[in-house]
Each structure stands twice: as structure tokens, then as C-alpha cells.
């Protein structure tokens, strides 16, 4: 789907407080209020816009530690059968295929250390799993929002902002 300046315009300010009126929005980008709607409605429809969620730190909800995984399977494991298993453990945030020596890259949260280790003995075990590297995330350098801009479409720019302390 190919998005004008206004779509942009307004995932971008949905993007930064998807709690916004339209009418708000509208102000923001030079719409009226139904005219807003109905590009959301649109955005909606075709898939541009999947929802509306609130951005959780995830240490307020206990998960205080990080850890990304590396997965090497056996054989020719497909990447569904990996998604489907990995899919049963909660701690795990997100799972991607990627190039290299690994087969895929697991971003794990967890309460501490310990709970780490007990997560990733668990994906161990499953049947196709013939081994996994480990790194825990020691700090945050850059957290990048989604930005919408015409010359770089869905990347943030690394600024002061950006980076965290």
C-alpha cells in the first residue's frame, strides 16, 4: 500500500499518542476531524494501521532482564515448526528467522538472571534444538521510535532522545 504525506502524517502523530482525537490530529496535520477518520478507517482496513496500544516499561511489570538467544536447530526445521514451539513460552518477546550460523534469534524478557536460565533450559529441551548462545542485555544504548518521514520511511533518527541512560 503506498502511503501519502498525510497517511504518514497522521500514523506519525497516532504513533506518538494514539490516544489523540481526530480533531487533534486533524489540527496537527491540516484536516478536519471526519476527514481524519476516514483515512484512519482506510489505514485500518488495508492493513496500515494494525491497532491502538499503550506502551508498557516492561521492569514496572517485573520483567527487569533481557536476553537475546540465539537458536541452532536440527536438520531442515522449518521456521513454523520453530514459531509454534517457541510460541509456548511467554517469556519470549520475539522470535526471528535470520542469516548466519543460527537459525533464528530470540528476544527473551524474564524477572532476573535465574528466570534467564530456567527459559532458556526449557527451549533446550525442545526436540529440534541442538544448541543456543546466550547474551543478556546489560543496558539500552538507543530505543528508536517509528517515524513516518517521506526519505526514510519507518527508521528513526538517532538522536539525544533516543538515547537512553
Known amino acids: 500500500m503506498e502511503l501519502d504525506r498525510l497517511d504518514r502524517d497522521i500514523i506519525g502523530a497516532l504513533v506518538e499518542d494514539a490516544r489523540a482525537t481526530y480533531a487533534e490530529i486533524g489540527q496537527r496535520v491540516g484536516l478536519s476531524a471526519s476527514a481524519v477518520?476516514?483515512?484512519?478507517?482506510?489505514l485500518r482496513?488495508?492493513?496500515?494501521?494494525?491497532g491502538f496500544t499503550a506502551r508498557v516499561e516492561p521492569a514496572?511489570?517485573?520483567?527487569?532482564?533481557?536476553?537475546?538467544?540465539?537458536?541452532?536447530?536440527?536438520?531442515?526445521?522449518?521456521?513454523s515448526e520453530i514459531g509454534v514451539a517457541i510460541g509456548r513460552h511467554p517469556e519470549v518477546v520475539s522470535a526471528c528467522t535470520i542469516t548466519g550460523e543460527a537459525d533464528a534469534l530470540?528476544?527473551?524478557?524474564?524477572?532476573?538472571?535465574?528466570?534467564?536460565?530456567?527459559?532458556?533450559?526449557?527451549?533446550?529441551a525442545e526436540p529440534f534444538v541442538v544448541r543456543t548462545?546466550?547474551?543478556i542485555v546489560l543496558s539500552r544504548l538507543i530505543?528508536?521510535?517509528?517515524?513516518?518521514?517521506?526519505?526514510?520511511?519507518?527508521?528513526?533518527?538517532?538522536?539525544?532522545?533516543?538515547?537512553l541512560a
Open 60 to 79: 514496572a511489570l517485573g520483567w527487569t532482564t533481557e536476553a537475546y538467544v540465539e537458536l541452532y536447530c536440527a536438520g531442515k526445521t522449518s521456521p
Open 143 to 163: 530505543e528508536a521510535p517509528l517515524v513516518t518521514s517521506r526519505s526514510e520511511p519507518f527508521i528513526a533518527p538517532h538522536n539525544e532522545s533516543t538515547f
Open 45 to 50: 482496513e488495508t492493513g496500515a494501521i494494525t
Open 37 to 42: 477518520k476516514r483515512r484512519v478507517d482506510r
Open 106 to 124: 530470540l528476544h527473551i524478557r524474564a524477572t532476573d538472571v535465574r528466570h534467564v536460565e530456567r527459559v532458556i533450559e526449557r527451549i533446550a
Open 133 to 135: 548462545k546466550s547474551s
